[in-house]
């Protein structure tokens, strides 16, 4: 360190190529959290260091698979979907089972139609209704009706 604390280039650098001892470099990592000036110095450093990266060589590159999206296998594509889809429903039609159920449905809603219940709501607003008429008689040309 100079005499103002701050570390030099030079010693960044060690510090960059690991030179130091492991007690300085502690030292010197204290000093980056606390310093901004020391810290653009190493930044600079670091900046100096870099290296490209190495071109890969021919024969590694061509021994690297070529990334290929795996294909869907046929079951799971659309116009399979569709097909069977068209498929299934020809066969329904061609069976007669859409005009059973047709016909089943016509004689479900007629049996439902014959029972037809009222709701429990409907028929407790009823005999709410005449409860109340019971006790306050309807009034006809302002006088009371009895």
């Known amino acids: 360190m100079t005499q103002t604390n701050h570390m030099t280039q030079s010693q960044w650098q060690q510090f960059i190529l690991n ?20 810290l653009e110095v190493y930044m600079a450093c670091l900046d100096e ?19 290929k999206p795996a294909a ?8 399979f979907h569709y097909g069977l889809a068209a498929c299934i429903t020809l066969l329904l039609m061609t069976t007669g089972l859409f005009s059973q159920l047709l016909t ?7 049996i439902a139609g014959a029972k037809q219940h ?11 209704t005449a409860f109340l ?6 009034t006809k040309g302002g006088k009371t009706g009895e």
């Open 19 to 38: 030179q130091l001892s492991d007690h300085e470099r502690e030292r010197y990592e204290d000093h980056l959290y606390s310093c901004d000036e020391c």
């Open 49 to 67: 260091n870099v290296q490209p990266a190495a071109p890969i060589v021919p024969e590694v590159a061509e021994s690297i698979p070529a990334h």
């Open 72 to 79: 869907k296998p046929f079951y799971r594509q659309t116009l």
């Open 104 to 110: 089943h449905s016509n004689q479900w809603n007629n």
């Open 118 to 128: 009222r709701s429990v709501t409907d028929q407790l607003m009823q005999k709410t």
């Open 133 to 138: 008429d019971q006790l306050h008689p309807i």
